[in-house]
């Protein structure tokens, strides 16, 4: 049962997907590409978490498990220079300097960076049951392994509060919110983390399909 749940997730991240594909042909891709990537990603995490108890724990599940790790690593915190992009096209005229460019893709790339050197020196990836669903869950709760996701969510409900001031949009606040909210229980309660990132990837898609609509201060 918790297994189709986890289908649904995956269904519902492939439709958000979509909906960012046809934004990223739309705009070029300046604004919906990454929120696109991510979705997808989740579709593959969601599927193999769906798949796990049919599978069974060993070689083949753990293998179909470790890119979920290194998606996660690498992917997450591209959302730090997507973020500061947003942010100057939303009209904040600092986010627009050079120093603002060159240090969010230099924080990106250090929790890149982080996060990858725990996946291949750190990680402790172990097979975990769950109301009747099996993944293979990172049992080695480092600092490298949480800051990638602590410091990219953190930016984006920064941003997010910032365009519900400058711009009444809270279509980015209220998801990060909820999945700043439901962090925390995603340990005892998987799905809901899982079903966090679904309403966390909605905002992500609805500011890209947004974004051109934010008013430029020139």
Do not use: K
């Amino acid at each position: 049962m918790v297994s189709a749940i986890f289908a649904a997730l995956a269904a519902g991240q492939l439709l958000l997907g979509w909906q960012g594909l046809r934004r990223w042909r739309a705009d070029g891709g300046r604004f919906a590409a990454l929120p696109t990537v991510l979705c997808l990603a989740l579709v593959y995490d969601n599927t193999v978490i769906a798949m796990g108890s049919t599978l069974g724990p060993g070689p083949m599940l753990e293998t179909l498990s470790a890119p979920r790790f290194v998606m996660h690593a690498m992917l997450t915190p591209l959302l730090i220079p997507w973020s500061r992009d947003v942010v100057a096209r939303a009209g904040l005229a600092a986010a627009r300097s050079l120093r603002a460019r060159v240090g969010a893709w230099l924080l990106a790339a250090i929790l890149i960076v982080t996060g990858v050197g725990h996946f291949y020196f750190q990680l402790s990836a172990q097979p975990t049951w769950w109301a009747g669903t099996l993944r293979y869950s990172d049992t080695a709760a480092t600092f490298a392994a949480t800051a990638p996701v602590l410091v990219s969510g953190l930016t984006v409900l920064i941003v997010g509060i910032f365009l519900w001031q400058r711009h009444s949009f809270a279509g980015l606040a209220v998801p990060a919110f909820v999945m700043a909210a439901v962090a925390g229980l995603s340990t005892s309660v998987p799905v809901l983390g899982n079903t966090g990132e679904l309403v966390f990837d909605a905002g992500l898609i609805a500011t890209a399909r947004r974004s051109t609509m934010f008013t430029v201060d020139r």
